[in-house]
């Protein structure tokens, strides 16, 4: 058994069709990895039963499963710092809703913890479209170029320790994609130690994909050189962290 506790975080936007099956799949995993663990779901503004099934799970076991429901949607970094932001337990694993990420591979990421800070993973084989291969490509290549993250990917799970992510002051718009390139970038100036997994990648199960949209695209590109602005070229000092707002029941 793993000795530190873990808390595997799940932003959820419309995911009515995987939320309960990830969920549980999260507590199966956790349950035989360590003795100390919770579950906890970001419903982000759902429109659908998100967050009514979520709620249902978390019923069953309050113990061990919490769910926060925005008022409105946040967007991917909103949910993501309220994810972040509310974890309790030594470490904490980010793991989407849409059933892409086999969660028993956790157990990969543990066995790189010793002397380590976060664990970064990425995707042996994407299993989306050409589309979204070529905008993960640019996104990469240009944190590579604008913050110096020379890591094979930062777009999918990773393994961070809680008090290190929860030191790290955020900025990153809520409607873009940049808050992990932003987490990674600090904690890269904290002098974290940081090492890599490869992981397996799935078919999306069910649901439609919140990254493609033109909008969010166009959003995403236009942070990112905000940030590289703020962060690099005139750096101020950051505002202090404060805790992300949202309904617990």
Request: hydrophobic residues 40%.
């Amino acid at each position: 058994m793993f000795p530190d506790s873990i808390s595997i975080v799940i932003p959820a936007y419309n995911e009515e069709a995987t939320i309960v099956s990830v969920m549980n799949e999260a507590q199966t995993v956790l349950q035989s990895l360590t003795r100390d663990y919770e579950v906890l779901v970001v419903d982000d503004g759902s429109t659908d039963r998100t967050g009514a099934l979520a709620d249902d799970v978390a019923r069953r076991d309050p113990a061990h499963v919490r769910v926060i429901h925005h008022d409105g949607n946040k967007g991917f970094a909103g949910a993501i710092k309220t994810c972040y932001g509310n974890a309790s337990q030594d470490w904490v694993f980010l793991a989407p809703a849409d059933k892409q990420v086999d969660l028993s591979e956790l157990k990969n990421f543990i066995a790189l913890t010793d002397g380590t800070d976060i664990i970064v993973g990425y995707r042996k084989h994407r299993a989306d479209g050409l589309r979204r291969e070529l905008n993960s490509w640019l996104f990469h290549l240009l944190c590579r170029i604008f913050f110096g993250i020379h890591l094979k990917q930062i777009s999918t799970s990773k393994l961070y320790r809680r008090t290190l992510l929860q030191s790290i002051p955020l900025q990153a718009a809520p409607s873009s994609a940049m808050i992990e390139p932003e987490v990674i970038f600090k904690a890269m100036q904290k002098g974290a130690r940081i090492r890599e997994v490869g992981m397996n990648h799935y078919p999306r199960a069910a649901g439609k994909p919140k990254g493609t949209g033109v909008r969010m695209i166009v959003n995403t590109f236009g942070e990112m050189f905000r940030l590289w602005w703020v962060l690099r070229v005139a750096p101020k000092p950051a505002p202090p962290l404060t805790m992300p707002t949202g309904k617990s029941r």
